[in-house]
Every structure is written in structure tokens, then in C-alpha cells.
């Protein structure tokens, strides 16, 4: 299973990139890989505010829905719109092209609650 | 004997769409002997597009075939744990289609009626017999309308005393049917962990004054008797809450233990488990709820009363819940739980009970040894295996669709979720011995193919009608009708 | 007992396997305290002869539609069923067989509901149908949640006082608890009054509830309260109780609305005193992800093959628990075999045909009782096979009377419809002949036959 280096991670398994003040979100290897054949995706619109925590869209396979969490506050300024429509994007490609949403970030100080690697690695292991 | 060899012929058939000719008919209709008029025609419609045009033969010809491609009890062994597939006995049929059933109209006042009326009361007397409940309600529709109807009663009741409580507590072994109907009455669901079985401790624990209600499965969902029963519903009825009882596994109650002297206060039948009228495909169902004396006033209307040497729907009831459906159940389906009871007796249905218990214990002792079981005690009607312990990456999945290659309808599995790839079994009392048998002699090979030619399982099922078949594609691009 | 194979041999041959001495040790695991201590007080068990005869005298103390001359409607409807329904929905593979969760031995099942779904789809004139709920009247109180659910933040919920009382009273039930405001909009000339219903739109509206036909018979303008309502971006939902009607009129999906939900009893069913039906339920494209119940969609095998399976099941209460779109748990499979086979018999031609013979009987039954002395026909609007009588005396009394004589005149609606001075819903399908029609206004001018 792959984790990139640069990426940072939550526990309810999302990474986060941070470029400037844009955090680009979506699900990581291991949670797409713990729910097998994602069928469908619901993401917020553009314009969306979200705050840290709360719920950000809904991943679903075949028998299993999955709740996801916005790791931080902010406003959606992107949505990837092809997820819809091509789901299965999110098991080929979780980290590039299944990208789920660009946030905004309205209050920086949410990263420092973010795991890195291998916190995030460790925590898989010890789940 | 067994064997994955022996054909069949299985063959395909086109939708009725596809098999469609212009013109052709499979319908008479009784000439016209009042004038010809038709309504002023921008009302009326065109074709109906698509609409098949087929002749009797065509029709007869296409749900035969079709029906070759399914597995019913009648086909075979249909262990499905928590659903009770007994067998649906064929007079219970001839019952419900006596034409003074199935000809009734529901808006036929009682006098016409009293024929129907009276079997209704006299079922809800002897489900109250069955179950210690003193008043009953026959009118929700199915085992998922009979909580939802049981939960509004218990709203209502406490919200007639002032009380606004907004939470249920639900163990994490329920069916999804107890917190989806929680949540229709408005309320939030508590779920409390439980070790097999719920402990008072782990209800103590999250019991206060909001909460309205503990919703539990006697015997559980793994099979196992909630030895605890009695000091959980007084624990919560101390506390101002009421006990909701999911009836699912009844069958493994009759003449040994009653809901309703247990300090339950409110418990659905699904007759078309405990009470052997047919699981139909999906439905339809039945589900009878039976409730304690202060609840009465708060059942659905209208219900069933006797009115001098008579009986008489009752409507004045100003607390009531309201109404479920439309009319009073599913009519035809009580006839065939009251053909059940009247041909068992009390005598019978307690046996039934007892062979229920006997033979799921009987597949237990025989699996035991070769399939992991997590939860050891004392089980009643039903038992649950883990998948842990199969070899080569064969996981339940694969042994419930090999199962299908040796004949046999494949159990529950990945329920309850509290067991790791559960395969929940439940035989029933009207297996014989040899059927268990031969059942549990196909577990057992399909243990050991596991052990050594895994791919048998993982290709399964060969023999079906088709292969496994491509949830995935179905439910990213549903298609969910024919388009021309 | 003949369904208990057990021999007492065989028991202590189990009894040994499991290693216990009796079967009421199996019962450990139930606590004393909790025991029934004494045997169920019911009758013994009565062989399959006496059984049969008890329950046939039983079935003969009702008084049914074959009878007597029956002109009941008011949501449930005496068609004739062609003899090859029964015959095949008693083959016993789809009636002892659960619901398909296992696909592959199962196909016969979910073609049949795909197909079903189709037809019902090809009727009301929308995109997706699911496979069918428990009844109208509970179908109509879930597509009642499904607008709120869609309709994000609105709460109101408009129901015209023409749908039934018994969709109406269930609707209520379904919403007792949650935070729905429900409406009534009156009627005028027995249809919902739009210039009412235009007063009480506003965008915290998530749907109209209306029936088509309606209770008292009446064909609805939908075409006109799909445009009022869209107006204010709340859903119509049309709900039909007899949908024979549906191979004449136009389809509720051609006129606009949103959700069709409706009856299916009339197509096959038997009234048995009022159940099993089925509930249909259709929608557009749009609302897919938020219809209740379940599914068949179509897909392929391993080796291409085509089959059916169950689809879109996270949106139903065994994944989703609590936030499901509904807890139903079951369709109504035996009885959507009976509406496809109907159906599919019937077809293209032979539905239309049906439809046109009830109306016109109907017709001709209510040109006759308008002419009696004292009737009067209620509302001057089209209607299809049902429609309402205003009495010169009380139709309890006038019912009364009838039934002596062995004719069921109609469903008295002084106790849903006050306001509505002596009326009497009649009923006249293509089982009533023009003999029985003609008793039924001779009976109603007072002749004694």
C-alpha cells in the first residue's frame, strides 16, 4: 500500500496536501482499499462552507457506505468533477487523479492536528 | 450423497419486452353490453410505449422458465440464518384462496365480514397466548412496519404522560430494521456494545432519562438466549423507559419462554418466519405486534373487538397511533399463520420449537471441529461461524457460493456484523435429519477444497444459472428498467 | 406431525452427536425465572380434512363480490383474475424462495422484478421504479419523506383532501414524529381547488400530494397543479388508487409530476378483505438516490452474461441502519408476480380495452342513477370507474336498506366527507354486468325486487 511522503493524513483516513492556503483533500490507499469497489461519490458544490470535522461527502461500494470528514475549515473554491461519473477513479488513483475536493483554508492552526506518514502508518497498523 | 456433478438444463429467456409481437393477445374480455362512450380525448393517452403484446402461452411459457432459475424451500435446504425458512405447508394455500377469503371486500360492512372478523380475533388471542402480550394488533404490514408501528406506541404513550424523551438504545447485534424504524419516530440511536449477550452493566451504562426505549432480539441475533432479559427491563422501566422486543427468532420461544412475562412491553411477529407463511420472494410479510395492557389504547386502528355473539372493527379510540397502511394487514396471509396454528396446536408449535433448537445444535456439534465459532455458549436456533480458520484466502463470501454448487441455499453471512465474515445458520425444525446431514457433509468438503483446491471455491458457483455476476458496473451505471 | 420429520430415534441419535441426555438440556441457556411453566393453552392440532372444513365454514359467513352485487371501490377493486395467474404464482420456487440476496440462484426472482419495474415505469410515464412497497397508502407516506428528504430544508407538505382517507391517515401516521407540517387543500366540484392551492404554495413547500384518479373518481387537472407547484420548486407527487385508469388517461409522468405512487391491487390481486396489495413507486431520474426499498438492475457475469441483481442497497436500512431512506425490509414479491402476469397478459390492447369497458360501464351507471328521482351526480368533472352519488336520504340508511337485498351500493362518505351532503361513492368495474347495474337503480328508486 502506498502513503506518499509529502501528503499529511487523519485518522478517519484522508490525506491533505497543503499549497499555500488550498488544501486539496481525498481518501487514502487504505481506505479505498478497506472498501473495495467505490460506486458512488457525493461531494460538497463550490462555494460550500465547511468546518473541520464535519461531514465533507459520502463515499459508497457495493455494501458498505462511508462517511467523509472535512479535516479542516474553509470554503470549497474546486470540486473533481469527473468523480461522479467515474468512481472508480478513486480506486485507481487515490492520490492523483481521485482527488475529491480544493478547500480554502479558513484557520491554519487545524494542520498541526494533521499526522504525518508515519504517525498515520502506524496508527493503520495498530487499528 | 454428494455430489457437484450431476445437470440440469437450464435455459434462457428473453424479457417480455424483447418476445413482444404487435397484435398478438393473451387476454378475452367480456363484450361490451352498455353503450360505447370514451372520455373527450385530450385526456386519453397514447400507447403505452413498450408495453409487450404477448399470447397466454408466451406468458405461461416465461415465468415457468423463469421460475427454474430460482431456489425456494421447496427446492431445498435453505439454511438462512435470522429469516426461518421452514417449509410453507401447501394447505395454508388452499386456505387463503377459499373464495369467501379472497373475494371479501374491504369495504364490506362487518355483517358481511364476520367470517373474516372472527379469524382475526381469534389469531390475535392465540398470538397473545403465544407471545403473554394481552392486546394485538394484526395490521402492519411486515416485521419492519411492526417495530416502526411498536415504537410510535411507545412514543406516544410517554409523550401522553408529558414526557419528551429522544433515544433509543440499540445493541450493535440488531438487524438494521431497529434504529432505520427508531429513526422514523424521531429518535436518536444509542448503540451499546454487547459480548454475545447484553449485559446489565453495558445498559446501565447509557440508560437515562432521555432514553425511551432499549430495543432487543430474544433469543439474539447469534443465537443466544438474553439470559439477562428480566433485571434489563426492570433496569429500564425503573428509569421511566419501556423494552421493545424484535419477535425475528420466536421460533425458538414457543412453549418454553414468553416475551410478555419477561417485563417486555412491546414485541413484533413476523409471521412469515415463526408462523410458516411463505417468505414469497420478498414479501409480501406479515407482522402482528403484540403490546402490554397500558399500551392498548395507543394500537393502531382499527383492530378487531368481539360485539355481542359477534365481532366488530373498532375505530373509537382517541389515542391511537393512527393507521399503518390501508385497511386492516395483510388478510390473506393471517388466514395462512392461522391455518399454521390451528394444524400444529399448542403441542406442535412447542415441538417445533424444540426440533428448531435441536437441529441447529446438531449442525453446530457436527461443524464445530473444522469451522471457527466465536461465541460459545449455550445457543438456541441458530448458529454463527467466523471465517477465521479457512485456508488459502477463502473467506465466507466463497463458501456460500460454493455451497450453491452442492446444491444447497447458502446461510446468512456478514451478519451479524459483531462476528468477523459471519455465517449465520439457521435449519429450522422441519429439516430431517438426513437434509442436515448431507448439509453439513457439504461444509465439511468445502472446508477441505478450501484446504486444497481453493480455486473451486473462489470460480463458484459453476452450476447456476450464472456466474458470479458484476455488482460493481450495476451500481455505478444502474440500469434499472428495459429501454427499447 | 406431518411437517416435523423427526424420528424419536433419530433425536437420540442427535442427542448423542451433541452430547447432551435430553432436548430440554439444548434449553440451559434460558433462565428458570424465565420459563413457561405450564403448556400453551391452544386446541390440539386438527388434521389437514378438519382443518379445511373449519376454515370453509369460516370463509362462508362472509358475504363477498360472488355473492352479491357489490359496487365497493374506494381503493381496492373487484377485477376478474385470468386463471393463469394463480397457476403460476404458485409454482413454488418463487413463492418459498427469500428475497434474491443470492443472485445466481435467484434470476427468476429479479428478472421478474426488473420487468415489473419496467412496466410499471411504461404506465405512469417515469424513469425509475423501485420493486414495490407494502400498499398505496404506505407508498404514498413514503413518498411523502422521500420530497422532504429531497427538499433539503422544506418542511410543509400540502395533501389535497381528494386523495384517500386511508393514504391521508397513514400519511399522517408515517409523519407523526417527524418535523413535517401537513396540509389539507380543500376541494371544489370534487377536485383539489387550485385557486386554494395556490394560496398555501411558498417555497417552504417540498411536495403536492394528489390523487389521479382521486377518491371521489374524478380525474385531476395534474397538468395544471404540476405547473403551480413547480413554480415554487416543490415536487408533485400523483398518487393512484385504481390504475386501470392509467391505460386511458394520460400518464401522470406526461403531466408533470415528480412521484407516481399507487396500488397495484387491481391488476391480478385478490381483494382478500383488503390484503396483500402492493405499493408502486416511480420517479424521476433525479431522485434515484433517495427512493425507498428495493432495487433490480441489470449487469453481467464473469462470462458476460447477462443477469439481474439487487443494486443501490446503500441507501436501504441493512448498510445504512439509522440514516437509511426508509426501514422497510421487504417488497411484495408474490404479489408483484401477479401484476406482472396480469400485465403482461393483458399488454398493449387488452388494457386499454379493460379501461374503456369500466369507464363506460360506469358511464352508463351513472347517467342511469342521475336520472333517479333525488340523485343527483355529485361533481360535473370526467371520472373513470368510480364516482359519487348525492342521496335524497341518508346513505347509511339507503346502504342499509341495499343489503337486504343483497347489493352493496357504494362506500358511505358521511364520516370522511361531512361536508359533502348524503354522498355515496359507486363503483362500477367490468365485473358488474348491465343486469346488476340495472338492479342497483331499481333498488335505489325503491323498487323492491
Known amino acids: 500500500?502506498?502513503?506518499?511522503?509529502?501528503?499529511?493524513?487523519?485518522?478517519?483516513?484522508?490525506?491533505?496536501?497543503?499549497?499555500?492556503?488550498?488544501?486539496?483533500?481525498?481518501?487514502?490507499?487504505?481506505?479505498?482499499?478497506?472498501?473495495?469497489?467505490?460506486?458512488?461519490?457525493?461531494?460538497?458544490?463550490?462555494g460550500d462552507t465547511l468546518e473541520a470535522g464535519k461531514n465533507l461527502g459520502v463515499v459508497e461500494s457495493v455494501k458498505a457506505v462511508s462517511d467523509v470528514y472535512s479535516p479542516l475549515s474553509g470554503e470549497v473554491v474546486e470540486v473533481n468533477e469527473e468523480l461522479p461519473d467515474e468512481p472508480e477513479t478513486l480506486n485507481n488513483s487515490p492520490y492523483e487523479s481521485g482527488w475529491m475536493i480544493k478547500l480554502k483554508v479558513s484557520d491554519m492552526s487545524g494542520l498541526d492536528s494533521l499526522l504525518d506518514v508515519s504517525a498515520y502508518q502506524e496508527f493503520i497498523e495498530n487499528d | 450423497m454428494i455430489s457437484t456433478e450431476s445437470r440440469g438444463l437450464v435455459l434462457d429467456e428473453k424479457l417480455l419486452f424483447e418476445q413482444s409481437q404487435p397484435g398478438r393477445i393473451g387476454y378475452s374480455i367480456a363484450a361490451l353490453d352498455v353503450p360505447a362512450v370514451l372520455p373527450e380525448s385530450k385526456l386519453l393517452r397514447d400507447d403505452i410505449s413498450g408495453f409487450p403484446e404477448l399470447s397466454e402461452v408466451d406468458v405461461v411459457r416465461h415465468y415457468t422458465r423463469l421460475s427454474t432459475w430460482n431456489y425456494g424451500v421447496d427446492s431445498g435446504f435453505y439454511p438462512l440464518g435470522?429469516?426461518?425458512?421452514?417449509?410453507?405447508?401447501?394447505?395454508?394455500?388452499?386456505a387463503a384462496r377459499l373464495p369467501g377469503f379472497s373475494d371479501l371486500h374491504p369495504h364490506a360492512p362487518d355483517n358481511f365480514s364476520q367470517g373474516a372478523l372472527e379469524l382475526m380475533y381469534n389469531l390475535q388471542c392465540d398470538l397473545g397466548e403465544v407471545s403473554g402480550f394481552p392486546a394485538m394488533t394484526l395490521q402492519p404490514a411486515a416485521g419492519a412496519q411492526g417495530e416502526f408501528a411498536g415504537m410510535l406506541m411507545i412514543r406516544a404513550w410517554q409523550e401522553a404522560k408529558g414526557e419528551k424523551r429522544n433515544k433509543v438504545i440499540i445493541p450493535d447485534t440488531a438487524h438494521g430494521t431497529n434504529p432505520a424504524s427508531a429513526a422514523l419516530c424521531g429518535y436518536e440511536v444509542i448503540t451499546v456494545p454487547s459480548d454475545g449477550v447484553l449485559s446489565k452493566e453495558a445498559v446501565a451504562a447509557v440508560m437515562d432519562d432521555?432514553?425511551?426505549?432499549?430495543?432487543?432480539?430474544?433469543?439474539?441475533?447469534?443465537?443466544?438466549?438474553?439470559?439477562?432479559?428480566?433485571?434489563?427491563?426492570?433496569?429500564?422501566?425503573?428509569?421511566?423507559?419501556?423494552?421493545?422486543?424484535?419477535?425475528?427468532?420466536?421460533?425458538?420461544?414457543m412453549g418454553i419462554s414468553r416475551p410478555g412475562d419477561l417485563g417486555i412491553d412491546v414485541m413484533h411477529f413476523n409471521l412469515h418466519k415463526t408462523f410458516s407463511t411463505p417468505h414469497g420472494g420478498g414479501g409480501p410479510g406479515s407482522g402482528p405486534v403484540g403490546v402490554v395492557e397500558k399500551l392498548k389504547p395507543f394500537l393502531p386502528v382499527p383492530f378487531v373487538v368481539q360485539d355481542g355473539d359477534g365481532y366488530k372493527l373498532e375505530y373509537n379510540c382517541p389515542q391511537s397511533i393512527g393507521r399503518m397502511k390501508s385497511f386492516f394487514g395483510h388478510f390473506s396471509i393471517l388466514v395462512r399463520a392461522y391455518s399454521y396454528i390451528l394444524s400444529m396446536g399448542g403441542t406442535g408449535l412447542k415441538q417445533a420449537t424444540e426440533l428448531a433448537v435441536l437441529n441447529a445444535n446438531y449442525i453446530r456439534a457436527r461443524l464445530e471441529g473444522e469451522f471457527d465459532l466465536p461465541y460459545k455458549q449455550r445457543s438456541l436456533h441458530e448458529v454463527v461461524f467466523s471465517e477465521d480458520g479457512l485456508h488459502n484466502d477463502c473467506h465466507t463470501l466463497d463458501v456460500a457460493k460454493r455451497l450453491i454448487d452442492y446444491g444447497y441455499h447458502p446461510p446468512t453471512i456478514y451478519f451479524p456484523l459483531v462476528v468477523h465474515g459471519a455465517l449465520m445458520i439457521e435449519p429450522t425444525e422441519t429439516e430431517s435429519r438426513q437434509s442436515i446431514d448431507?448439509?453439513?457433509?457439504?461444509?465439511?468438503?468445502?472446508?477441505?477444497?478450501?484446504?486444497?483446491?481453493?480455486?473451486?471455491?473462489?470460480?463458484?458457483?459453476?452450476?447456476?444459472?450464472?456466474?458470479?455476476?458484476?455488482?460493481?458496473?450495476?451500481?455505478?451505471?444502474?440500469?434499472?428498467?428495459?429501454?427499447? | 406431525m406431518r411437517y416435523l420429520p423427526h424420528t424419536d430415534v433419530e433425536i437420540q441419535q442427535m442427542l448423542d452427536t451433541i452430547?447432551?441426555?435430553?432436548?430440554?438440556?439444548?434449553?440451559?441457556?434460558?433462565?428458570?425465572?424465565?420459563?413457561?411453566?405450564?403448556?400453551?393453552?391452544?386446541?390440539?392440532?386438527?388434521?389437514?380434512?378438519?382443518?379445511?372444513?373449519?376454515?370453509?365454514?369460516?370463509?362462508?359467513?362472509?358475504?363477498?363480490?360472488?355473492?352479491?352485487?357489490?359496487?365497493?371501490?374506494?381503493?381496492?377493486?373487484?377485477?376478474?383474475?385470468?386463471?393463469?395467474?394463480?397457476?403460476?404464482?404458485?409454482r413454488s420456487e418463487f413463492y418459498t424462495a427469500y428475497t434474491?440476496?443470492?443472485?445466481?440462484?435467484?434470476?427468476?426472482?429479479?428478472?421478474?422484478?426488473?420487468?415489473?419495474?419496467?412496466?410499471?415505469?411504461?404506465?405512469?410515464?417515469?424513469?425509475?421504479?423501485?420493486?414495490?412497497?407494502?400498499?398505496?397508502?404506505?407508498?404514498?407516506?413514503?413518498?411523502?419523506?422521500?420530497?422532504?428528504?429531497?427538499?433539503?430544508?422544506?418542511?410543509?407538505?400540502?395533501?389535497?383532501?381528494?386523495?384517500?382517507?386511508?393514504?391521508?391517515?397513514?400519511?399522517?401516521?408515517?409523519?407523526?414524529?417527524?418535523?413535517?407540517?401537513?396540509?389539507?387543500?380543500?376541494?371544489?366540484?370534487?377536485?383539489?381547488d387550485t385557486a386554494k392551492l395556490q394560496t398555501l404554495l411558498d417555497d417552504q413547500v417540498a411536495a403536492v400530494v394528489v390523487g389521479y384518479p382521486n377518491y371521489f373518481g374524478q380525474v385531476e387537472d395534474l397538468a395544471a397543479i404540476a405547473e403551480l407547484t413547480h413554480a415554487v420548486g416543490a415536487r408533485l407527487v400523483a398518487t393512484v388508487a385504481e390504475p386501470l385508469s392509467l391505460a386511458l388517461f394520460?400518464?401522470?409522468?406526461?403531466?408533470?409530476?415528480?412521484?407516481?405512487?399507487?396500488?397495484?391491487?387491481?391488476?391480478?390481486?385478490?381483494?382478500?378483505?383488503?390484503?396483500?396489495?402492493?405499493?408502486?413507486?416511480?420517479?424521476?431520474?433525479?431522485?434515484?438516490?433517495?427512493?425507498?426499498?428495493?432495487?433490480?438492475?441489470?449487469t453481467v457475469d464473469q462470462d458476460g452474461k447477462r443477469g439481474f441483481v439487487l443494486t443501490l442497497a446503500t441507501r436501504e436500512q441493512h448498510i445504512r441502519r439509522e440514516k437509511a431512506t426508509s426501514n422497510i425490509c421487504s417488497n411484495q414479491g408474490m404479489c408483484i408476480l401477479m401484476v406482472s402476469i396480469y400485465l403482461a397478459l393483458h399488454g398493449k390492447q387488452g388494457l386499454r380495452s379493460l379501461a374503456e369497458l369500466n369507464y363506460a360501464k360506469a358511464a352508463y351507471a351513472k347517467e342511469k342513477i342521475g336520472q333517479l328521482d333525488g340523485f343527483e351526480i355529485a361533481f360535473s368533472g370526467e371520472s373513470f370507474n368510480e364516482f359519487v352519488v348525492t342521496c335524497p336520504e341518508s346513505p347509511t340508511v339507503l346502504r342499509q336498506r341495499l343489503e337486504q337485498q343483497g347489493i352493496l351500493a357504494g362506500i358511505d362518505l358521511v364520516k370522511d366527507y361531512s361536508a359533502l351532503e348524503n354522498g355515496l361513492l359507486v363503483c362500477v368495474t367490468e365485473q358488474n354486468n348491465r343486469e346488476q347495474i340495472d338492479r342497483l337503480t331499481d333498488a335505489l328508486a325503491g323498487g323492491d325486487l
Not at chain 2, 455488482?471 to 429501454?483: F, H, Q, S, V
Not at chain 3, 441426555?21 to 386446541?43: A, M, Y
Open chain 2, 82 to 94: 435470522s429469516c426461518t425458512m421452514k417449509y410453507n405447508p401447501k394447505v395454508n394455500e388452499a
Open chain 3, 100 to 192: 434474491p440476496y443470492q443472485p445466481e440462484i435467484s434470476q427468476g426472482t429479479l428478472q421478474a422484478i426488473f420487468e415489473f419495474q419496467t412496466l410499471i415505469c411504461q404506465l405512469t410515464g417515469m424513469d425509475v421504479a423501485n420493486a414495490s412497497m407494502y400498499d398505496g397508502a404506505s407508498a404514498c407516506a413514503e413518498a411523502v419523506l422521500l420530497t422532504v428528504r429531497a427538499g433539503k430544508k422544506r418542511k410543509k407538505v400540502l395533501l389535497s383532501e381528494t386523495l384517500p382517507p386511508q393514504y391521508r391517515e397513514t400519511v399522517a401516521t408515517y409523519c407523526r414524529y417527524l418535523d413535517i407540517e401537513l396540509i389539507i387543500i380543500a376541494h371544489a366540484n370534487g377536485v383539489t
Open chain 2, 210 to 253: 432521555d432514553v425511551a426505549a432499549l430495543m432487543v432480539t430474544n433469543p439474539n441475533t447469534l443465537g443466544l438466549f438474553e439470559a439477562d432479559i428480566r433485571e434489563i427491563c426492570d433496569l429500564v422501566h425503573e428509569r421511566g423507559g419501556l423494552v421493545y422486543s424484535d419477535g425475528a427468532n420466536l421460533n425458538a420461544l
Open chain 2, 438 to 484: 448431507e448439509f453439513c457433509d457439504a461444509m465439511l468438503a468445502i472446508a477441505a477444497e478450501a484446504k486444497n483446491s481453493p480455486e473451486l471455491l473462489k470460480q463458484a458457483p459453476v452450476r447456476a444459472k450464472v456466474k458470479r455476476l458484476d455488482e460493481a458496473t450495476a451500481a455505478r451505471k444502474p440500469k434499472l428498467r428495459w429501454n427499447s
Open chain 1, 1 to 46: 500500500m502506498d502513503f506518499p511522503e509529502e501528503l499529511k493524513y487523519t485518522e478517519e483516513h484522508e490525506w491533505i496536501m497543503v499549497e499555500g492556503d488550498i488544501a486539496t483533500i481525498g481518501i487514502t490507499d487504505f481506505a479505498q482499499d478497506q472498501l473495495g469497489d467505490i460506486v458512488f461519490v457525493e461531494l460538497p458544490e463550490v
Open chain 3, 250 to 298: 394520460k400518464s401522470p409522468g406526461e403531466l408533470g409530476a415528480d412521484v407516481v405512487v399507487g396500488e397495484g391491487q387491481s391488476f391480478g390481486i385478490p381483494m382478500s378483505y383488503g390484503g396483500p396489495g402492493i405499493g408502486f413507486f416511480a420517479v424521476r431520474k433525479k431522485d434515484m438516490r433517495v427512493l425507498p426499498g428495493r432495487l433490480v438492475g441489470e
Open chain 3, 19 to 90: 452430547g447432551v441426555s435430553s432436548i430440554e438440556e439444548l434449553f440451559s441457556g434460558v433462565p428458570e425465572e424465565c420459563r413457561l411453566k405450564r403448556p400453551l393453552d391452544l386446541p390440539v392440532g386438527k388434521s389437514e380434512s378438519e382443518l379445511l372444513g373449519f376454515l370453509r365454514e369460516l370463509s362462508l359467513k362472509n358475504i363477498t363480490v360472488s355473492t352479491c352485487d357489490s359496487f365497493l371501490g374506494g381503493g381496492a377493486y373487484n377485477h376478474f383474475i385470468p386463471a393463469v395467474v394463480d397457476h403460476l404464482v404458485s
